[in-house]
């Protein structure tokens, strides 16, 4: 016994100094690279950057989550033994899975001593990040909803109204072509059925409000994908364009801010109770409603708008009843809410008053009711 004692205070004075050196943590730092928006659905390159300093061997352990609507490939983690000055570069694609404000949660770092006897945890430091994350395209066809919807006349092949001033050529006869405009002195020279094709006006501006009051999450995600996609081809076609909930009114404007701005506003959606209030409405713009419950009130404000917007439109999406093109139908157990249907019956006075009525049903359906 007396003969192991010079050993046992050899390995006593041996994990004491271990544990005195593993006490302090190493010096990190963490940046992340990444893009600061995105769309649902699409990859962006992930890199951590991660700076380590220590004096002292130590073990390190790092790991770095993401948010929850966003995921990585591989998670972000390290394992070095580490000695005076280290940098890591952790590179992974992120999918982004979920639109929203996601907020990085920050990560975890360990340290021990070499033999890794004495373990010690921290929260990462590192700044905060905030990856945006905008709303995917809707599965409907642009021709189909999107282009109508955008112009200020009836439903047409390309955006905007007919400027018989200005012509902008001619081609062949298609069907549905209207015989006014058919060139017959051409037709009779060429031998093949030829209309006049006039430049097109597009709309002033374009403003998408969403009712977040009339339905839940499901009509929130699909509506803030249509909105978006709206936003999107109206800005494409160069119109000022903006985005409006209750309470929030993005910048109206043709520049990209205008859109991102438009976009951030849909990517934090949530559902609600607040009844919903349309904001001023722009002179001379088009104003697009999307609902999945249209009640008297939204309607008499719709009514309301109508005298300062060019034009106005009321698309409902009833919740438990329309599913989005691509999504794999399930049993519906409900028709359409008494509203949607209240709404039907009303949709030829609302045209009279110059309100446009569409109603989305089904799988791939559009009903434009006049």
Do not use: C
């Amino acid at each position: 016994m007396t003969a192991a004692l010079p050993w046992l205070l050899l390995v006593g004075a041996v994990l004491a100094a271990l544990w005195w050196g593993s006490r302090r943590p190493p010096g990190v730092s963490v940046e992340r690279l990444l893009p600061a928006t995105g769309f649902e659905g699409t990859r962006v390159p992930l890199t951590v950057r991660v700076t380590l300093r220590s004096r002292r061997p130590l073990r390190v352990l790092l790991d770095d989550p993401a948010p929850r609507g966003v995921v990585p490939a591989v998670t972000p983690e390290l394992s070095v033994l580490l000695l005076g000055h280290a940098q890591h570069d952790l590179t992974t694609p992120l999918t982004l899975n979920r639109r929203g404000a996601h907020d990085w949660p920050g990560g975890t770092l360990r340290w021990a001593d070499p033999l890794g006897l004495f373990w010690h945890s921290a929260p990462l430091p590192g700044p905060p990040t905030t990856l945006d994350v905008f709303p995917g395209t809707h599965g409907l066809i642009l021709p189909d909803l999107l282009r109508p919807l955008l112009s200020e006349g009836t439903l047409t092949r390309r955006v905007g109204l007919d400027d018989p001033l200005s012509l902008r050529g001619v081609r062949d006869y298609l069907p549905g072509d209207p015989p006014g405009r058919v060139h017959w002195r051409l037709s009779a020279r060429t031998g093949t059925l030829t209309v006049r094709e006039p430049e097109r006006t597009a709309a002033s501006s374009l403003t998408v409000f969403v009712d977040t009051s009339s339905g839940g999450e499901v009509f929130v995600d699909s509506a803030a994908r249509l909105a978006a996609s709206l936003v999107r081809e109206a800005a494409s076609l160069g119109l000022p364009v903006a985005a409006a909930t209750r309470d929030t009114l993005s910048p109206s404007g043709r520049d990209p801010l205008s859109m991102q701005a438009a976009l951030r506003l849909l990517a934090r959606l949530a559902p609600d109770s607040v009844p919903p209030r349309l904001p001023p409405t722009r002179s001379g713009g088009n104003l697009i409603l999307l609902t999945a419950s249209p009640g008297p009130d939204l309607l008499t404000q719709a009514l309301h708008a109508r005298a300062t917007a060019a034009r106005v439109s009321i698309v409902a999406l009833p919740e438990g009843y329309y599913l989005e093109p691509g999504e794999t139908p399930r049993r519906q157990w409900t028709g359409l809410p008494d509203t949607v249907r209240d709404l039907e019956r009303r949709a030829a006075a609302l045209a009279g008053a110059g309100i446009q009525v569409v109603v989305l049903r089904g799988n791939q359906s559009v009903l434009t009711l006049a």
